[in-house]
């Protein structure tokens, strides 16, 4: 009895340790699959930058004052037709902030006349701040087939520049710059004790 | 007591085992959400926006860099956590662009007020505390023609997509050099020289008018006062 007993308790404990062992197997399998920490073996590459020194090419004292931002993304589409075969294409997403303002290094000698609590303020026209406004460095590659030489690429920003001065520069969004710059300066002499500020503008 | 020593390790196992399951399914849902944010962060980006500003623009930098890229494959051999980097002889691609960067500082007005001035109390003197000078990109080009890349036989050339991520790359390394680049000061002597000439007109003497900021900042303060956004550092 006593020996049945002892064979019974073999069959168990050599179950349980298969089941045991099953399990863990399962374990490092799994683990080694999907997190890689037994076992690995890839093939990678690195993706930042070397260290590279940075130039100051220039520094320069400006006055310009801005009243209204404009942030625009351009989509600039090229395609190269091919007699055999695909067309190559390149699509790149351009991104731009166009400052819209006033130049004080333009203003006329005694643009700002004071008498009493009145101040009035002749001011230079509102107009793009900067030529230079779109970010490259944000550009979205969206889809690329082929090889694009450089000289494609300019052509592209410089279009997307294009595109982005002619959206984004009307007289409307000039207007809505004056129509801030009013508000603004009127609010920043209030702030210096003026009461009744006069704002014009030059002509272009 | 074998026999429950043995059941207490497959119990264990299997504990683990579902463990893993949960962890690498929460994993997954986390990966989707992310995803989902992207696309929802994409397709705003594509509204142009527009918004009413008042910055006085006080310094110009224009700085240039030659952004490199040495990709090079390595055999990455994970065992029980260790990793091991084993250079590969696949063939080298190395690549330089050039990229000139415009940076501007500028002082935020739309938040300026009265408790920001001081006058003496004979009101002959003026002191004006300027809002915080922050510094932003405003324009960065490529320069395609000169841009040079060398790819072994055995390695593809770089896409426009790699191209344009060492780019950005590049302007974030040139934005956190900004301290060392001394525009801070600039900033400061710069809007003096602009806003000295607009108040003396108001009736002040040159010599009575103090411009300063909020606080002396030092090297020290500026690391934490990166902006999240790419291209904006406030000071």
């Not at chain 2, 952004?67 to 055999?75: A, N």
């Not at chain 2, 991520?165 to 050099?177: N, P």
Request: with cysteine; proline share 2%.
């Amino acid at each position: 009895m006593k020996l049945q007993t002892d064979k019974s308790n073999h069959t168990l404990s050599n179950s349980l340790l298969i089941i045991a062992a099953v399990v863990l197997c399962a374990l490092g399998v799994r683990r080694c699959h999907e997190n890689r920490e037994i076992l690995d073996v890839e093939v990678v590459h690195s993706d930042s930058i070397d260290f590279t020194p940075v130039h100051i090419r220039s520094i320069e004292n400006i006055g310009e004052w801005e009243f209204l931002a404009i942030a625009d993304e351009e989509l600039v589409d090229s395609t190269r037709h091919r007699t055999l075969g695909r067309d190559d294409r390149l699509v790149r997403i351009y991104h731009g902030t166009l400052r819209l303002g006033i130049d004080l290094s333009q203003a006329r000698e005694g643009w700002v006349q004071t008498e009493g609590d009145s101040v009035h303020l002749q001011l230079p026209p509102v107009r793009l701040l900067s030529e230079r406004f779109i970010d490259e460095a944000r550009t979205r590659a969206f889809y690329e087939s082929g090889t694009w030489s450089a000289r494609a690429k300019e052509q592209m920003y410089y279009k997307a520049a294009r595109q982005m001065r002619h959206r984004c520069v009307t007289p409307q969004t000039l207007k809505q710059a004056e129509t801030n710059a009013r508000a603004e300066l009127t609010a920043l002499f209030q702030t210096f004790g003026f009461t009744r500020v006069g704002i014009d503008f030059d002509d272009l | 007591m074998k026999q429950k020593a043995l059941f207490f390790i497959a119990t264990l196992a299997l504990t683990t085992l579902l463990g893993t399951a949960c962890t690498s399914a929460t994993v997954n849902e986390q990966t989707a959400e992310a995803a989902l944010d992207e696309s929802v962060a994409d397709s705003l980006d594509l509204v142009m926006a527009i918004a009413r500003t008042s910055r006085l623009h006080t310094a110009e930098y224009h700085v240039h860099k030659i952004v490199t890229h040495s990709d090079v494959k390595f055999l990455r051999t994970t065992v029980l956590g260790r990793t091991l980097d084993t250079r590969l002889s696949l063939g080298d691609r190395k690549i330089a662009i050039p990229i000139d960067v415009t940076l501007k500082a500028y002082i935020d007005f739309s938040g300026f007020n009265e408790s920001q001035i001081e006058r003496s109390d004979d009101g002959q003197k003026i002191h004006i505390i300027l809002p915080d000078p922050k510094v932003v990109v405003t324009s960065s080009k490529v320069d395609h023609e000169r841009t040079r890349q060398y790819t072994d036989i055995l390695r593809s050339d770089f896409t426009d997509e790699e191209m344009t991520a060492f780019t950005s790359q590049g302007v974030r390394s040139i934005l956190r050099t900004v301290p060392q680049l001394g525009i801070l000061a600039t900033a400061r002597q710069s809007a003096a020289r602009t806003l000295i000439p607009l108040i003396a007109s108001m009736g002040y003497s040159e010599g009575d008018i103090v411009i300063t900021f909020r606080k002396e900042f030092t090297e020290k303060d500026l690391p934490q006062l990166i902006d999240n956004e790419r291209s904006v550092v406030k000071f």
